[in-house]
């Protein structure tokens, strides 16, 4: 199983940082990488797919890059509605696997 | 607007079985795989099991596989996930998810998510 290790675990950053979050698979993948935002009580929602491709209706603000094995998520900037937990998933193989996510916190 | 209900979590004894179905709506349901993706509590997503559109290909985690059977009624719109031997690590919330984008797996909408709770 490809094993998908996200870091930090969790970030504390202001309205209007940039945050970058980092997921690395355990072998390559090519692109084969989605990111999700989850927030409380909520189901999560797709932001990226395919490495870096923005789903329909995400903000701008959001960007992924990376391929083989090492992966980014960039908030350029980060905004009130974006504090939340955020999780790769890897799209290469089953059984398919998720990073163990990263809190966004307010600082 | 796509939406995706599930229902048929609960309570349930080690031992037993429960059946969670997905009800989908606003899409072309018989177009897409679908996932069922469960979560512990204040833990992370763990995939459980994919279909494809037709039904003919069937992925399982390991720590589900010859206990749950994933299935699909196109002609109702709706996902099943038969659980068996239920286990209290089986304890989550159970979410279906629509493949977004062709030619990848990735999920998107997600369902609100069923509750099961495996407990003497």
Known sequence: DIQMTQSPSSVSASVGDRVTIACRASQGISSSLAWYQQKPGKAPKLLIYAASSLQTGVPSRFSGSGSGTDFTLTISSLQPEDFATYYCQQADSFPLTFGGGTKVEIK | ?120
């Open chain 2, 1 to 120: 607007e796509v939406q995706l209900l599930e229902s048929g979590g609960g309570l349930e004894q080690p031992g037993g079985s429960l059946r969670l179905s997905c009800a989908a709506s606003g899409f072309t349901f018989s177009n897409y795989a679908m996932s069922w993706v469960r979560q512990v509590p204040g833990k992370g997503l763990e995939w459980v099991s994919s279909i494809s559109s037709s039904g003919t290909n069937i992925y399982y985690a390991d720590s589900v596989k010859g206990r749950f059977t994933v299935s699909r009624d196109n002609s109702k719109n709706t996902l099943y996930l038969q659980m068996n031997s239920l286990r209290a690590e089986d304890t989550a919330l159970y979410y279906c998810a629509k493949y977004a984008v062709a030619g990848t797996v990735s999920f998107d909408p997600w369902g609100q998510g069923s509750l099961v709770t495996v407990s003497s």
